[in-house]
């Protein structure tokens, strides 16, 4: 990675893509560089350095999986434990449903819990707590250990383990046995830390100018209880850092041990395959999604999350095969585009090609034309006189702040699955029957309901 060519390229595609400032960082045999380019806010126009902190979105959950896996190391859990066994009151709406979630179930987005409930219960140390006793009204998707479904509900039970077992706060078992050790002087969770910092503001498209420039957001960052699942904020070269120690086998470029190897290794393991309903992912471990990039013709596994918080996109990928890894943090919802672009970029100077999903003319959609629908979304597949189908989203997350999501030109890419194109980036989905129930499948399950 050559800075000086690539500070100019990365202003060049915030211009193309509408992003007010980003940051790329590339790991390779130990060596961390960074390029950064614009502004943190179009209020205040200060400019991005490598020293910025972006949000780094549900790539948090990469860490909190490390704090759990912390805790089987230490003998205090297995994978296997029913949640139910640390927190004896947990509780979900279907009655008898939270007592067969285990740990591994959180961890791998199949407890069955609807995944995105973004309740604010107050900024106190005692929020996951409270966010975890909210649940009690909360619906479920399938049985525990059913089909995956990405679930932000699950890490926060999951950030509450460990704070029970740790006897402290999510962000201060964080800082005790992840940055401090690791020596990581740029990454908070708590939104009053922000102005210590140089610290990039989201960028939504404006409701009254759809077409304009995307603006900063009123809301900076989602509720605190969201900690576990989405809400570490930090530089890009920390968030390296940080995956250096799992490209380590649980060892930090400071030497020290944060996770044994075989937990490191444990999360890299495909747990729950995705080859049904995806042409791109092999499958998600515990934490991390896998897939295959190339090299030479040769398949290179890589691992990988992304994230999005309001008005902030960011993306991390990591070869353990080859000691590499890079990130984009950009602060705008037109971010995923810039991402795939760089990805694209930075794999063909690795010499690695990333995969994209397949394309058929020939997938039939009839059968699942319809509306489906989340605690978050719903979504609606029609087909136009002309015979186009299009994908139509409505979505209540904050992350949106209201912004609207037009409909898009679907593309089949056979058995059943098909693309859209998000923000610039193409996004996979697939038409799920199991016995008498239909889902659309992308990464959540939504479930038709006309």
């Not at 947990?90 to 309740?119: I, M």
């Not at 705008?332 to 810039?338: C, D, E, M, R, W």
């Not at 409909?407 to 098909?418: D, L, M, N, S």
């Amino acid at each position: 990675m050559e800075l000086a060519d690539w500070q100019g390229r990365l202003v060049e595609l915030c211009e193309r893509h509408d992003v007010p400032g980003a940051q790329v960082g590339v790991l390779a045999d130990g060596d961390i560089r960074v390029a950064a380019a614009g502004i943190t806010s179009r209020d205040t126009g200060v400019e991005v350095t490598q020293d910025t902190l972006f949000q780094y979105g549900s790539i948090t959950k990469i860490w909190t999986t490390t704090l759990v896996m912390q805790l089987v190391d230490d003998g205090k859990i297995t994978l296997d434990t029913p949640v139910v066994e640390v927190l004896p009151d947990f509780r979900v709406a279907e009655p008898g449903h939270a007592d067969t979630v285990t740990v591994a179930h959180l961890l791998t987005h199949t407890s069955g819990v609807a995944g995105d409930l973004f309740t604010d219960v107050g900024d106190g140390d005692d929020c996951v707590e409270r966010y975890v006793a909210s649940l009690t009204t909360a619906p479920t998707v399938t049985p525990p250990g059913g089909r995956l479904s990405y679930c932000n509900a699950g890490f926060v039970v999951a950030g509450r383990i460990v704070e029970v077992l740790r006897d402290r706060a999510w962000d201060d078992a964080v800082a005790a046995h992840i940055t401090e050790p690791l020596g990581l002087r740029h990454v908070i969770t708590r939104a009053k830390d922000a102005p210590l910092f140089r610290t990039a503001v989201g960028h939504v498209t404006d409701l009254e100018d759809i077409d304009g420039p995307a603006v900063p957001t009123r809301q900076w960052m989602l509720p605190r209880a969201m900690g576990p699942a989405g809400l570490i904020t930090g530089s890009a070269a920390d968030l390296l850092r940080f995956t250096e120690t799992h490209l380590g086998d649980g060892i930090g470029v400071t030497g020290e041990r944060i996770l044994s190897t075989d937990s490191a290794r444990a999360m890299r393991d495909v747990v729950v395959d995705l080859s049904s309903v995806s042409t791109v992912y092999r499958g998600w471990g515990l934490g991390w999604r896998v897939m295959d990039w190339t090299r030479d013709g040769r398949p290179v596994t890589a691992v990988e999350h992304g994230g999005q918080t309001i008005g902030q996109n960011a993306q991390l990928y990591a070869f353990p095969d080859l000691g590499v890894a890079f990130c984009v943090l950009t602060n705008a919802n037109s971010g995923p585009g810039l991402i795939q672009e760089v990805r694209d970029l930075l794999g063909a100077e690795l010499g690695l090609t990333a995969p994209d999903p397949a394309v058929t003319d020939d997938g039939d959609l009839t059968p699942a034309l319809g509306t489906y629908e989340s605690v978050m979304l719903r979504s609606t597949l029609s087909r136009d006189p002309d015979g186009q189908i299009y994908l139509e989203t409505i979505s209540k997350s904050p992350a949106n702040q209201g912004a609207p999501v037009p409909r898009k030109p679907v593309r089949p890419t056979g058995g059943g699955r098909f693309t859209v194109e998000v923000h610039g980036m193409v996004v996979e989905y697939a038409h799920l029957v199991d016995d008498d129930a239909e889902y659309l499948f992308g990464n959540r399950l939504l479930k038709r309901v006309d």
